[in-house]
């Protein structure tokens, strides 16, 4: 509940499924297909994604260097100044709501983000 209610109050012009492509090629260019099967999406529907926020300059496509019949989606300038936008605003929400709790309920949720991320990395 607390992950949709921080994407809701940091909402960019970018709508959601978008920004999910965003943060799965921020780190590597993917395919189109590895991103459609990702999403758990059709192929068209990747493909229209993709072309949407090409359109928007958020993405390119660049020749794939191992398998010259596919293509790699990449992020443009554009595309990681709006990841760093909304990694901002989620930051400055997630601060506001911190800012003010009493020493014990931050004592705590430090502990449960260990837990969690313990968790994660399993």
Known sequence: MIARRVRFESSSKVPPHQMSVLFKIRREPRTPGALAE????????????????????LVRRMKHPEDSRSVLVVLTDEGRR??????????????????????????????????LTRIGQQ
């Open 38 to 57: 990702a999403e758990r999406i059709s192929a068209p529907a990747m493909t229209r994604t993709v072309n949407a926020m090409a359109e928007a300059g």
């Open 82 to 115: 709006t990841i760093e936008e909304v990694l901002d605003s989620r930051d400055t929400w997630m601060a506001r709501h911190l800012d003010g709790l009493a020493e014990e309920d931050l004592d705590l949720l430090e502990r449960a983000t260990k837990v």
